[in-house]
């Protein structure tokens, strides 16, 4: 600053000091004044987000998923076990079952002859299953079946694919039974008149001539159209 004075001119000097935030900045005086920056300048730090909240949200989360997850499995258990029940009733009753009502033991323990008309009953309803692992099972492992188109074997596998071929090539196909008989001088055999039916307007009257054997397994099948 200049100071005019009977004497003459005079310069003073003056150091200003001016806080801001409680740091101390210096302006110097002369012919200009400048601020000269303050050392270790940082910006103020960011504030900081609720660590409670976020520690509270989390857990919150973390339950709601559990829940959901353990619902989501409740209802695939259920619908398994469902599917499960729905399976078992339209399956037909299995081998062991059908061959241990169709079969009789006398007093010494030893096997009479079966039930052929029982064990029949029971082929013809897993025929209309179109089970090729069912049908299979209700053959001897040596077993024919013989019908208007050939004769198939030895074995009950090229048996029961052959019947696949049938149910493959007519989707609708299925068999009611007209009569069973037995053949008094064959206990193991019984004699099957049916109706293949084809689809709506095709019909076919069969046949089938049915061997057993001990276990009450198919060992031979002949088939003859009768119309």
Same mark, same amino acid.
């Given at each position: 600053?200049?100071?005019? +004075?009977?004497?003459? &001119?005079?310069?003073?000097?003056?150091?200003?000091?001016?806080?801001?935030?409680? =740091?101390?900045?210096?302006?110097?005086?002369?012919?200009?004044?400048? $601020? *000269?920056?303050? @050392?270790?300048?940082?910006? @103020?730090?960011?504030?900081?987000? &609720?660590?409670?909240?976020?520690?509270?949200?989390? @857990?919150?989360?973390?339950?709601?998923?559990?829940?959901?997850?353990?619902?989501?499995?409740?209802?695939?258990l259920s619908l398994v076990a469902?599917?499960?029940?729905?399976?078992?009733?339209?399956?037909?009753? +299995?081998?062991?079952?059908?061959?241990?009502?169709?079969?009789?033991?006398?007093? /010494?323990?030893? #096997?009479?002859?079966?039930?052929?008309i029982k064990l029949t009953e029971?082929?013809?309803? =897993?025929?209309? #299953?179109?089970?090729?692992?069912?049908?299979?099972? $209700?053959?001897?492992?040596?077993?024919?079946? #013989?019908?208007?188109?050939? *004769?198939?074997? @030895?074995?009950?596998? %090229?048996?029961?694919? /052959? !019947?696949?071929?049938?149910?493959?090539? =007519?989707?609708?196909?299925?068999?009611? !039974?007209? &009569?069973?008989?037995?053949? %008094?001088?064959? #206990?193991?055999?019984?004699?099957?008149?049916?109706?293949?039916? =084809?689809?709506?307007?095709?019909?076919?009257?069969?046949?089938?001539?049915?061997?057993?054997?001990? /276990?009450?397994?198919?060992?031979? $099948?002949?088939?003859?159209?009768?119309?």
């Amino acid at each position: 600053l200049k100071e005019k +004075s009977a004497t003459g &001119n005079r310069n003073h000097n003056i150091a200003i000091v001016v806080r801001y935030d409680s =740091v101390p900045y210096e302006i110097s005086t002369g012919h200009s004044i400048a $601020l *000269s920056p303050p @050392p270790n300048q940082h910006h @103020p730090p960011p504030l900081k987000k &609720n660590s409670f909240s976020n520690r509270q949200s989390k @857990p919150s989360i973390m339950s709601a998923m559990i829940h959901f997850l353990t619902r989501a499995a409740l209802i695939i258990l259920s619908l398994v076990a469902l599917l499960q029940t729905s399976a078992i009733r339209r399956r037909p009753p +299995s081998l062991r079952q059908q061959q241990s009502s169709a079969t009789t033991t006398n007093v /010494s323990g030893s #096997t009479m002859a079966v039930d052929c008309i029982k064990l029949t009953e029971k082929y013809f309803e =897993v025929w209309n #299953t179109h089970d090729v692992s069912w049908i299979q099972a $209700l053959h001897a492992a040596t077993s024919t079946l #013989t019908d208007w188109d050939g *004769s198939h074997g @030895p074995t009950n596998i %090229e048996v029961a694919s /052959s !019947i696949e071929g049938v149910w493959k090539a =007519v989707p609708e196909v299925h068999i009611e !039974i007209v &009569n069973i008989s037995t053949m %008094e001088d064959k #206990t193991n055999t019984c004699v099957a008149n049916i109706k293949m039916i =084809v689809d709506a307007t095709t019909t076919m009257k069969v046949c089938d001539v049915i061997d057993y054997d001990e /276990s009450g397994r198919v060992v031979a $099948l002949n088939a003859h159209k009768t119309d």
